[in-house]
């Protein structure tokens, strides 16, 4: 079995080199950016009651699933993390290798999906963030995940509910409407709804530590960490 979507991958793979530009393709990402950074940071601090300050995440192996051209995966590593960070794109892993050795980061970056990955050392903590929306097959692609996961270590998963709302604002306004993303980026479809992802994840040892909504105020121009988890929401799970 596979979890890499092929259409999805070279959907991605035509747009890879403006990965790194805030204002092309990928600016909704840039602006997603720093409040994804802030919650998993804040989240392991906290899980792993770390005192460190300058470089909190030093000494924990941290795996970017998806990493794209390594927009999460920089920033982690930059906190201190050992990172492996993995896409099923080729030109992606390209994009973000170059990017990396331009700024003297050590990201092990591979072209690879999860269930390929055969690791001595699992995960303290893994990174699913804006990807089950794009994989071929969710149940397979998390129970391929929660495998490289370390006992007690935390999964972080970020996508988007499955509702009308998510509807009309990821699809028609994101992508027709306000054009913030190119028109066919997301699938309705593949869209996950909370009690199903924490269903899913309970069968493979992961339990639910913590849910939030992410939502964008087009005032302030600026996502936000909400109760309200009808379009965007991020997951914080831990293994048993």
Request: glycine share 4%; with cysteine; hydrophobic share 40%.
């Amino acid at each position: 079995m596979s979890s890499v979507n092929y259409k999805e991958i070279e959907k991605f793979s035509k747009i890879a080199e403006e990965w790194w530009d805030p204002k092309g393709k990928f600016k909704p990402l840039h602006k997603f950016n720093p409040i994804r950074i802030a919650y998993i940071k804040d989240h392991i601090i906290k899980t792993f009651k770390i005192i460190e300050k300058k470089t909190p995440l030093k000494k924990l192996k941290v795996l970017d699933i998806g990493c794209g051209g390594g927009l999460l995966s920089e920033p982690m590593c930059r906190l201190g993390a050992e990172v492996t960070a993995i896409d099923a794109s080729e030109r992606n892993i390209k994009v973000a290798k170059l990017h990396a050795k331009k700024n003297n980061l050590k990201i092990n970056y591979i072209h690879t999906s999860p269930e390929k990955m055969k690791v001595k050392n699992h995960f303290d903590v893994i990174l699913n963030m804006e990807i089950v929306e794009h994989v071929e097959d969710v149940n397979f692609f998390l129970k391929s995940c929660s495998k490289l996961l370390k006992k007690d270590g935390i999964m972080f998963v970020a996508t988007l509910n499955k509702t009308l709302k998510s509807y009309l604002f990821a699809i028609v306004g994101a992508e027709y409407v306000l054009r913030w993303l190119p028109i066919g980026t997301h699938d309705w479809e593949k869209f996950v709804k909370p009690d199903e992802l924490i269903s899913t994840l309970k069968n493979y040892n992961l339990n639910l530590d913590k849910i939030d909504g992410m939502q964008f105020n087009i005032l302030t121009d600026k996502w936000k960490i909400s109760s309200d988890k009808s379009v965007n929401y991020i997951t914080k799970f831990i293994k048993n």
